[in-house]
C-alpha cells in the first residue's frame, strides 16, 4: 500500500499564497505521474496540476502562471506553490498519485490523499 498525506492547507487572503505539499509513503516500488485535484463545495474534483516522474508539467489554464507544481523524487514528495489566490481557488486540494507497489512492481494503482483545506478570503 501507498499512503498520501498533504500539507500546507489553511486560510488566506485574496492576493496571498501558499505552498501545498503531499509526501507518499508505504511499500513503494515507483512513482509515475503525481498530481493535485480540487474540489469547491458543490462542484466536481478538476485537475489543478500534475507532473510525470521525468518532471514534465501540465497546469489547469485557470491556474497557469499562479500556480506551480514540483516534485523531489528522492523524498516521493510533490508540491504546489499558489500565488495570487482568489477566492475562486477556495477548495480542498487532493493529493494524488499513480503508483506500484513491492509486491505488486508491475500493476499501476491510483492513490489519493485526505484532502487539505484551502480558503481565500475576500
Known amino acids: 500500500q501507498v499512503q498520501l498525506v498533504e500539507s500546507g492547507g489553511g486560510l488566506v487572503q485574496a492576493g496571498g499564497s501558499l505552498r501545498l505539499s503531499c509526501a507518499a509513503s508505504g511499500s513503494i516500488f515507483s512513482i509515475n505521474a503525481m498530481g493535485w485535484y480540487r474540489q469547491a463545495p458543490g462542484k466536481q474534483r478538476e485537475l489543478v496540476a500534475a507532473?510525470?516522474?521525468?518532471?514534465?508539467?501540465n497546469h489547469a489554464d485557470s491556474v497557469k502562471g499562479r500556480f506551480t507544481i514540483s516534485r523531489d523524487n528522492a523524498k516521493n514528495t510533490v508540491y504546489l506553490q499558489m500565488n495570487s489566490l482568489t477566492p475562486e481557488d477556495t477548495a480542498v486540494y487532493y493529493c494524488?498519485?499513480?503508483?506500484?507497489?513491492?509486491?505488486?512492481?508491475?500493476?499501476?494503482?491510483?492513490?489519493w490523499g485526505q484532502g487539505t483545506q484551502v480558503t481565500v478570503s475576500s
Open positions: 507532473i510525470t516522474s521525468g518532471g514534465t508539467t
Open positions: 494524488n498519485a499513480g503508483a506500484t507497489t513491492r509486491s505488486k512492481p508491475f500493476i499501476e494503482y491510483d492513490y
